[in-house]
């Protein structure tokens, strides 16, 4: 019940593209769901995240849809650029704040020209 | 603002011997510190959860008297890695958080020859 399921596993997009990423939850107490960006070699940093009484935030080319009845939400990257190349991760927390993130699986996504 | 750092970012050191990593707040006071850990192409796997003055917890099937975690100040968490083996090598991040979201180190790529 505390797993993330994300999909895919590898996304190609063709830049200037939307790039979508799903994940999926079980646990009805997760109530912050962050997404992660990580280039090789580094650590994790936060892209964009919600909560749960709303059900689309936006920042720039970031987009998060969240679906609560069906436990889903999404990353959306518009006009997608090779710099975006990068793996994403899915996270969520029964606890904003000190509470431990569950990660998804991730995924890899690769921006050609 | 909000950053964390880690040293060292890079180890090697021979089978046997132990290792010691921080991890640093260094412009916010952290009154929770996380330890992951990270295989090639995997996710993060949530090792350890600490708080200042206090003894970590540790995640199911992480061997506590092996991973030494000490979260002695508010801004200062280090993990030890004791009698280290090759099975060891990995990618380990850490995360602070004030209260609120968790800010990811830029993580330690430790290697046991």
């Known amino acids: 019940q505390q797993q993330v399921k994300q999909s895919p596993q590898s996304l190609i997009v063709q830049k200037g593209g939307i790039s979508i990423i799903n994940c999926a939850y079980e646990?009805?107490?997760?109530?912050?769901f962050p997404w992660y960006q990580q280039f090789p070699g580094k650590g994790p940093a936060l892209l964009i995240a919600?909560?749960?009484?709303?059900s689309e935030k936006k920042e720039g080319r970031f987009t998060i849809s969240f679906n609560k009845s069906a436990k889903q939400f999404s990353l959306h990257i518009m006009d997608s650029q090779p710099g975006d190349s990068a793996t994403y991760f899915c996270?969520?927390?029964?606890?904003?704040?000190?509470?431990?993130?569950?990660f998804g699986t991730g995924t890899r996504l690769t921006i050609i020209p | 603002g909000a950053v964390v750092s880690q040293h060292p970012s890079w180890v090697i050191c021979k089978s046997g011997t132990s290792v010691k990593i921080e991890c640093r707040s260094l412009?916010?006071?952290?009154?929770?510190m996380f330890w992951y850990r990270q295989f090639p192409k995997q996710s993060l796997m949530l090792m350890a959860t600490?708080?200042?003055?206090?003894?970590?917890?540790?995640e199911q099937g992480v061997e506590k008297d092996k991973f030494l975690i000490n979260h002695a100040s508010l801004t200062l968490s280090t993990l030890t890695v004791t009698s280290a083996h090759p099975e060891d090598s990995s990618f380990y991040i850490c995360?602070?958080?004030?209260?609120?979201?968790?800010?990811f180190g830029p993580g330690t790529r430790l290697t046991v020859t």
């Open positions: 646990n009805t107490a997760f109530d912050y």
């Open positions: 412009d916010f006071q952290a009154t929770t």
């Open positions: 600490s708080n200042e003055g206090s003894k970590a917890t540790y």
């Open positions: 996270a969520a927390t029964p606890n904003f704040g000190n509470e431990k993130l569950t």
């Open positions: 995360s602070a958080s004030p209260g609120g979201r968790q800010y």
């Open positions: 919600i909560r749960p009484d709303v």
